[in-house]
């Protein structure tokens, strides 16, 4: 069993940063794809980073902006939002795939999911 727990979300204005951690608990690998994918209202669940330990991906609409990262000794990944924008604030989810030789875009191909956490970007 695999749980996953998202935090460092918050509120803040245009222009500012926030990193992002998940947490991940249960059996894990190294190897397997991790993913930040992130909802806003009315919005379709939308694709936003993947890290192996091979690659790292990143939507259009946040590369070079945002940056994953992975600490395998504490179990944890990372997304470091800079240059946040009114248009990034959403409900931001991690994600686990349970293949280890799996690298995707496709929220559906993800069996583990955190609860998600709150970021909201001012004008």
């Known amino acids: 069993q695999v749980q996953l727990v998202e935090s460092g979300g918050g509120l803040v204005q245009a222009g500012d940063s926030l990193r992002l951690s998940c947490a991940a608990s249960?059996?894990?690998?190294?190897?397997?794809?991790m993913a930040w994918f992130r909802q806003a209202p009315g919005k379709e669940r939308e694709f936003v980073g993947v890290?192996?330990?091979?690659?790292?991906s990143y939507a259009d609409s946040v590369k070079g902006r945002f940056t994953l990262s992975r600490d395998n000794a504490k179990n944890t990944m990372y997304l470091q939002m800079n240059s946040l924008k009114p248009e990034d604030t959403a409900v931001y989810y991690c994600?686990?795939?349970?293949?280890?030789?799996?690298?995707?875009?496709?929220?559906?191909?993800?069996?583990?999911w955190g609860q998600g956490t709150q970021v909201t970007v001012s004008s």
């Open positions: 249960g059996r894990t690998f190294s190897r397997s794809a």
């Open positions: 994600a686990a795939d349970r293949d280890p030789y799996r690298y995707t875009i496709l929220s559906t191909a993800y069996e583990y």
């Open positions: 890290v192996s330990y091979l690659s790292t």
